[in-house]
């Protein structure tokens, strides 16, 4: 069985590929990455809500699935859209890394509970919202770019510090850079945050699907990612919307979902937690997402739309 491995060119993406090869070949299977330039990737001047964050990184892979070009489509998982074509569809999810926003700077003594005015450089709006709303003492720059780009930016003095995930960070070996990992329970990451997922048409053969899966597929990952992508699916959610959500495993072996929506501005945050079997883990995230949407969420995502 010979798999052609669709993915996007940076460094970091080709290391998420390589790393889904990795797991493959344990597995007895043979494959060959095909590097496909998507419009995130090649559209740098202007901001995800501005060039259309749906499928942004993820619209050129799909296109091959669906000629046959290639037979999988690796992602970051966070880049996902909430909702896929009826042709498309996830088989896998590799286990989480941490799934921390982490700071990073040449600067050993920045931190964002110090009180000290920094400027950040982060393209992302839920990561602006939020550390308007924790740290409205930092001030934020647009910078965009893969890894490497944006620490190019940093060390050229165009920011003081990164915010980024601590995947990426780590998976570029870049942890010498890591000044601070933001807590949980506040800085709740992206959906999906920290996970590889692959995707393939409808059309690939069964057999091969399910032999990805059981190679590829970490199950208790899988079960809190349904549950997170089922709360921003209720929400209409895509990058350019400051939502959050972290779906975990309790002692109880049940899945504890947290998430919710914060105001562009970081004047408004609203946040809850439904828990539950991991079987219901798209029922869990259904039911947060209307809570959310209940308490001034609806509101909330008409203000966020009308300004994006």
Not at 231 to 247: M, V
Not at 249 to 278: C, H, M, N, Q, Y
Not at 286 to 295: F, G, K, W
């Amino acid at each position: 069985m010979h798999i052609r491995i669709g993915t996007r060119s940076s460094r970091l993406a080709v290391w998420q590929a390589e790393h889904i090869q990795s797991l493959l070949q344990a597995g007895g299977l043979t494959s060959e990455l095909v590097l496909i330039e998507t419009k995130g990737d090649l559209v740098l001047d202007r901001s995800l809500a501005k060039i259309g964050s749906k499928g942004v990184f993820t619209q050129e892979l799909e296109d091959q699935l669906r000629t046959g070009t290639i037979d999988i489509a690796v992602h970051s998982a966070k880049d996902l859209p909430s909702s896929l074509p009826s042709d498309l569809h996830i088989i896998a999810f590799t286990e989480r890394e941490p799934a921390n926003d982490v700071l990073v700077s040449r600067n050993k003594t920045l931190s964002l509970t110090g009180g000290e005015s920094f400027r950040i450089g982060t393209s992302s709006t839920r990561r602006v919202a939020m550390l308007k709303h924790f740290c409205p003492h930092i001030t934020t720059v647009d910078m965009r770019g893969n890894l490497q780009t944006r620490i190019r930016k940093l060390d050229e003095g165009q920011c003081d510090a990164l915010l980024l995930a601590y995947a990426g960070v780590h998976r570029m070996g870049y942890d010498d850079l890591i000044v601070e990992r933001l807590p949980l329970a506040e800085f709740t990451p992206a959906v999906a945050q920290g996970s590889i997922a692959i995707e393939v048409a409808t059309s690939l053969s069964d057999e091969v699907s399910e032999t990805i899966t059981r190679l590829v597929n970490h199950d208790p990952t899988e079960a809190c990612l349904r549950a997170e992508r089922a709360f921003l699916a209720r929400l209409e959610g895509g990058c350019s919307i400051p939502s959050f959500a972290l779906a975990q495993w309790t002692e109880e072996k049940t899945i504890s979902l947290t998430g919710g929506l914060v105001s562009l501005d970081g004047s408004e945050l609203i946040r809850d937690t439904f828990a539950g079997a991991p079987e219901e883990s798209p029922l869990i995230g259904h039911s947060l997402a209307e809570a959310i949407l209940a308490r001034g969420g609806d509101l909330l995502l008409q203000a966020i739309r009308a300004q994006l």
